[in-house]
Nanobody
């Protein structure tokens, strides 16, 4: 049974940085793609970043471009989201998501993923 385990998150002041990590377990095959989403007031199921785990560049939501940087260890089925210059509007519950077996579609759409982590809270104070 596949599962995703997130770590990181926390509370910072505006302008600060945080790092989120996600490891995919339970399937000897590599996920086809993985992504980060956030959910909070006005941010329901918003895609933040996504990457095809067979190589390729990450894609980012406009709100993340230039501030968030995604990296992946394809061999370890691990991905990291480094967030810089955080803003109060980034406050949300952040979820890791993965799709095994086939390409699910838009990397920033929640409908493209079938497995989800438990979420980790990011709080940014002004």
């Amino acid at each position: 049974q596949e599962r995703l385990v997130e770590s990181g998150g926390g509370s910072v002041q505006a302008g600060g940085s945080l790092r989120l990590s996600c490891v995919a377990f339970g399937n000897s095959a590599r996920p086809f793609h993985m992504g980060w989403f956030r959910q909070g007031p006005g941010l329901e199921g918003q895609g933040v970043a996504g990457v095809v785990m067979r190589g390729g560049n990450a894609v980012y939501a406009d709100s993340a471009k230039g501030r968030f940087w995604h990296s992946a260890d394809f061999a370890q089925n691990t991905m990291t989201l480094q967030m810089y210059n955080l803003k109060p509007e980034d406050t949300s519950l952040y979820y890791c998501a993965a799709q095994w077996g086939f390409y699910g579609g838009d990397l920033l759409s929640p409908t493209s993923y079938s497995q989800w982590g438990q979420g980790t809270q990011v709080t940014v104070s002004s």
